[in-house]
């Protein structure tokens, strides 16, 4: 169980995803709505993986897809990357709004109905779009991650038909409690080379060293750690008090 948690934490603080799922592919799925006010979803975005969306313009104007999603409990999207885009025009457009519809009217968009959004092409292959959707001129705007919540993403391409594949990514955000928790507990030196010690407030009952694979390496009562023999490398020490436990990254050089 404790291995389960901590890989699970180790994504979220070295930002690697395990595994992949495909959510909706126009290709095998049908078409993703074309109506605002019936999205297609809500898909419930998985943290710990990438949750892909692959989407389809038909040269129509009115051929626009919309699809809502929620971002979990205790988890934020960080990252909307677009994998993969095929046009002949290198301009579209890409938008989200709150909640499980959206009133824009996208033949006449109003931005400051929207959340944000941005335009995309192929020189956006690879890229992470978000920073540039919270932007928005005339929008509401956001803040990275964007917290849990319904949401809706409208996507339109005017001109020549197009494929985009989207990648959203999740990250743990920690709740108030496991932050102020986290707050009360140092480890120091981090890089460290043969020793680490941890600092708290609160009596520390246990620490556990867990390798990037999820595998526990060591555990132990003591604040102070000999890390000499281990490999260099990023490992996670899992740190449990009275209050409650907490999870910090090591480096081991």
Known sequence: MKTKLLFTLLIALITTSIGAQTIWNENEDGDLSNDGNNP????????????????????????????????PENSGLQELIIENYESSDNIAFIGIDSGLTTD????????????????????????????????????????????PGDYTIWLNQTGSASEVTLNLVLEEVLSLSDNNLSNTITL????????????????VTEIALYNILGTEVMATNSTVINISNLANGIYLAHITTPSGVTTKKVIKR
């Open 40 to 71: 297609s979803g809500a898909f419930v975005l998985e943290l710990g993986t990438t949750n892909t969306i692959v989407a389809s313009q038909m040269a129509n104007p009115r051929d626009v897809d919309f699809f809502a999603f929620t971002v």
């Open 104 to 147: 824009v009217d996208f033949m006449n968009p109003d931005p400051s109905l929207l959340l944000g959004g941005t335009t995309y092409g192929t020189a956006s292959i690879g890229n992470d779009i978000l920073p540039a959707m919270s932007n928005l001129g005339g929008a509401e705007g956001f803040t990275l991650p964007l917290p």
């Open 188 to 203: 120091f030196p981090n890089p460290a080379q043969d020793f680490i010690e941890v600092s708290s407030s609160d009596n």
